[in-house]
């Protein structure tokens, strides 16, 4: 029988949630790893393996794949929501009658909601009320670089430190490193925007414009992420760490990242839901995109760079007049806020 006080159970197998179960599953604590697809599931019990998306990371011999929510949920103290963005309320909704009594919630969902313009912490609050300690747990890391075991380092954010400080021993290896912090806005507001960056990253490169411009758009593209974490109430020194400055140059330069891919694609000339289809999971980045836009507009914050990303998969801007628009734009002091 699985003990609920050790067992973490991790809502979504797709790469990151399986990448996810199978850390916390080398440290050899219990780990339940359900999904919504039957047919999936049966298959990762039965190869011991996500053939899918993870096929050279085996499951260790903690990690239980489970086929029924409810039974999941009523055996593990500490629940992981791995789903994307626009899943997360409704995933909550599900398993907030299921869960243990003293079940703690985290998840490495990223992304503003976009109906709402809310943070994931938010709408967790909102579901689950304020008697549910919650956590966020955020790059940089690749789900396959994960799974295989390569050394790799992440940020947990939660307003509790003790609950931040278990998940960081729980998951925590020779192979891999986790910090804490207790700015889970900043850590969500690094997620998010860092999707929408490495879509841009993607257009710059599939243009061919260089290393030079990926720095540049890179380094400014920090700026107005730091600017609107700030305006939203994150701090500062967030944005400097993994879970800022570390999350978005790995996924503006590496071509692991969904979102870069997708950046590629549009320079190519393909369209959003073809480029879609051939990356096969979901791009977190185009709908963060809009998300991030009306944040900011709602918000007064200045992010040239994010909004030209915008116009290019919402408003049909060719992306080399959006590489231009930037160019052009007023010179000013490089320090300068806005």
Not at 202 to 224: C, K, M, P, Q, W
Request: net charge negative; hydrophobic share 45%; charged share 20%.
């Amino acid at each position: 029988m699985t003990d609920p006080a050790n067992a973490i159970a991790v809502i979504g197998a797709g790469s990151w949630g399986t990448a996810l179960a199978i850390q916390f599953a080398r440290t050899g604590r219990q780990t339940l790893l359900w999904g919504h697809d039957a047919e999936h599931l049966a298959s990762l019990s039965a190869k011991r393996v996500n053939e899918k998306y993870l096929p050279d990371a085996p499951f260790p011999e903690a990690l239980e794949v489970e086929s029924s929510l409810s039974r999941t949920l009523s055996h593990a103290g500490d629940v992981l929501i791995a789903v994307p963005s626009h899943a997360f309320r409704e995933m909550l909704k599900r398993v907030k009658p299921l869960m243990h009594p003293d079940a703690r919630l985290c998840w490495a969902t990223k992304g503003f909601e976009l109906s709402t313009g809310k943070l994931p912490h938010v709408v967790a609050r909102e579901v689950l009320g304020d008697g549910v300690p919650i956590a966020v747990l955020s790059g940089p890391t690749f789900a396959g670089e994960v799974g295989k075991g390569l050394p790799s380092a992440m940020t947990i954010a939660a307003e509790d430190e003790q609950f931040a400080t278990d998940l960081a021993g729980a998951i925590s290896t020779e192979e891999f490193r986790a910090y804490t912090t207790t700015d889970m806005i900043g850590v969500e507001v690094g997620a998010a925007v860092k999707n929408v960056l490495a879509i841009g990253a993607g257009i710059s490169d599939g243009l061919g414009f260089g290393a030079n411009t990926r720095v540049a758009l890179i380094t400014r593209g920090l700026h107005e992420m730091t600017r609107l974490g700030l305006a939203l109430g994150a701090r500062t020194e967030t944005f400097k760490g993994l879970a800022g400055m570390g999350d978005l140059v790995l996924t503006c330069t590496d071509n692991q990242s969904r979102n870069r891919r997708m950046g590629l694609a549009l320079a190519a000339g393909k369209d959003i839901e073809t480029a879609q289809k051939e990356i096969g999971q979901v791009v977190e980045g185009v709908q963060a995109a809009r998300a991030v836009h009306n944040v900011a507009t709602e918000l007064g914050v200045d992010m040239p760079i994010a909004e030209q990303i915008y116009r290019v998969l919402y408003e049909g801007r060719e992306p080399r007049s959006a590489v231009s628009a930037l160019m052009m734009r007023e010179l000013k002091p490089e320090a300068e806020t806005d």
